[in-house]
């Protein structure tokens, strides 16, 4: 009996990720919405000498704000985002390695970690996130972004892979380790992606069940179905929810 075509398993360096990456950011003002906030914490800053990004992908994000700082360090391990992040802000300065074994060599006015959880297992959050406050200037900010485990996307990613990624989990147990030093709040900044597409709404869906790492890829046609059942709008377009968790972080005064 012939298997269902199966969705596509991305590799985060092939033509198809970057294609399917694009088809999300023409559809959603979820990174618009991302820079107004973090523009507005990075103006409230009583000092902007350094900016510095862990898991700087392509430099998108980084080059936003660099212009802000008197210097910029961006850490980013895969070589080939790390490339184009040099084309990006060539002003930075660039790190290959992991944000466990990175040792910058100033203190952050501003340290950011945008959208990169996913990619860390969960058990070893905590200690990234205790590394990037580490890096923190005095008067400094740590800003940890991930989508709200609430969101139609993670509801999608908990349907078909049981799991669903929870970033209050990771400001509860910060704060109970380290409250008594820090400050730790969470600000939920609504986004949504939009599209009357049906294919490029099942294009995004696909890009997003690829956050988590893919040992059996379900069907197409279930995506499909799941798609058309949960982000169909009675008008004929597709919404979905991709709301963002801003977790700050400051030094008690």
């Avoid at 990456?21 to 618009?32: A, E, G, I, M, S």
Wanted: with cysteine; hydrophobic share 40%; charged share 20%.
């Amino acid at each position: 009996m012939t298997q269902p075509e199966p969705i596509r398993v991305f590799d985060s360096q092939g033509e198809d990720y970057t294609r399917a990456f694009q088809v999300f950011l023409d559809h959603t003002d979820q990174k618009r919405n991302a820079k107004r906030l973090l523009q507005g914490l990075v103006d409230d800053l009583p000092s902007r000498k350094v900016f510095i990004d862990a898991g700087a992908g392509n430099g998108d994000v980084t080059r936003a704000f660099a212009g802000a700082f008197d210097r910029t360090i961006a850490i980013e391990p895969n070589t080939h985002l790390l490339t184009q992040l040099q084309r990006a802000v060539p002003q930075a300065e660039a790190i290959g390695t992991s944000i466990l074994t990175t040792s910058p060599k100033a203190q952050g006015d501003f340290v950011l970690c945008s959208h990169t959880l996913y990619y860390i297992p969960a058990e070893e959050w905590l200690a990234h996130l205790e590394r990037l406050v580490s890096w923190m200037s005095p008067t400094g900010i740590t800003v940890v972004v991930l989508q709200n485990r609430g969101t139609a996307c993670m509801t999608m990613l908990e349907h078909f892979f049981g799991h669903r990624f929870d970033l209050g989990v990771l400001a509860d147990t910060f704060r109970a380790k380290h409250g008594a030093r820090y400050d730790v709040t969470t600000t939920l900044d609504p986004a949504h992606v939009e599209t009357s597409e049906s294919a490029a709404a099942y294009t995004v869906a696909e890009f997003m069940l690829n956050l988590l790492p893919i040992n059996q890829p379900p069907a197409r046609r279930d995506v499909e179905a799941y798609v058309a059942s949960n982000f169909a709008t009675a008008d004929g377009t597709h919404r979905l929810s991709v709301h963002q968790d801003f977790l700050q972080i400051r030094a008690r005064q």
